[in-house]
């Protein structure tokens, strides 16, 4: 069975730093890597995908990677802003689009 | 529609009612997926159809559990005899399941409480 895990399970920055957001998967035969944002009280949104083929994917000021053979995929955000105060879930897909999540991230990004 | 339609946002129910929770897809798209986050706690995947047909169930958490979908259309997610360990936000998603890039839109959820 598929375990995903998150590290760390929350994290506060001053504005303008990095934030590294790492997600670990236990089985590597998976479709893709989806890394979401939820914020409280809604849904989920979308930020990046990333297929089993590919090994990183970027928008704008996030980039993430995939290594399959570790198990391990990581969320990059730069020159972190206020808005960007949310929790980050990574999930594992298999070929039938079914997610396994992580518990998530939750950042505190302060002015 | 432009994205994931869920409904009701909210819905407080007494235990041991019936509830239902419907879920409307983005047009077009073939698969949708129930999940289920309880307060604190991750997002646990409950029942997942392609078209009409659901080829996993397996995560209904109790036959009191059950969902349908009409078509590719609007699927609704039925709980009776509702507990209070039932309470929590209840997510819908879709995706367009060409084979190549399933990614996942999901709605705003239907948060039920059970008192």
């Known amino acids: 069975k598929q375990e995903v895990t998150q590290i760390p399970a929350a994290l506060s920055v001053p504005e303008g730093e990095n934030l590294v957001l790492n997600c670990s998967f236990t089985?590597?035969?998976?479709?893709?890597l989806q890394w979401f944002r939820q914020d409280p009280g809604k849904g989920l949104t979308s930020l990046l995908l990333i297929q089993s083929s590919q090994r990183e994917q970027t928008s704008g000021r996030l980039n993430a990677s995939l290594d399959k053979s570790s198990g391990r995929s990581t969320l990059y955000i730069a020159a972190s802003q206020p808005g960007d105060s949310a929790t980050y879930l990574c999930a594992a897909s298999d070929s039938w689009g079914k997610l396994q999540f992580g518990a998530g991230t939750q950042v505190v990004v302060t002015p | 529609g432009a994205g994931v339609s869920q409904s009701p946002s909210n819905k407080v129910t007494e235990k041991g009612k019936d509830v239902e929770l419907r879920c409307d897809p983005i047009s077009g798209h073939t698969a949708l997926y129930w999940y289920r986050q309880r307060l604190g706690q991750g997002l646990e995947f409950l029942i997942y159809f392609q078209g009409n047909s659901a080829p996993d169930k397996s995560g209904l958490p109790s036959d009191r559990f059950s969902a349908e979908r009409t078509g590719e259309s609007v699927s609704t997610l039925t709980i009776q005899r509702t507990q209070q360990e039932d309470s929590a936000v209840y997510l819908c998603a879709s995706s367009l399941f060409t084979g190549l890039l399933p990614e996942a839109f999901f709605g705003q959820g239907t948060r039920l409480t059970v008192v």
């Open positions: 089985d590597s035969a998976i479709y893709n």
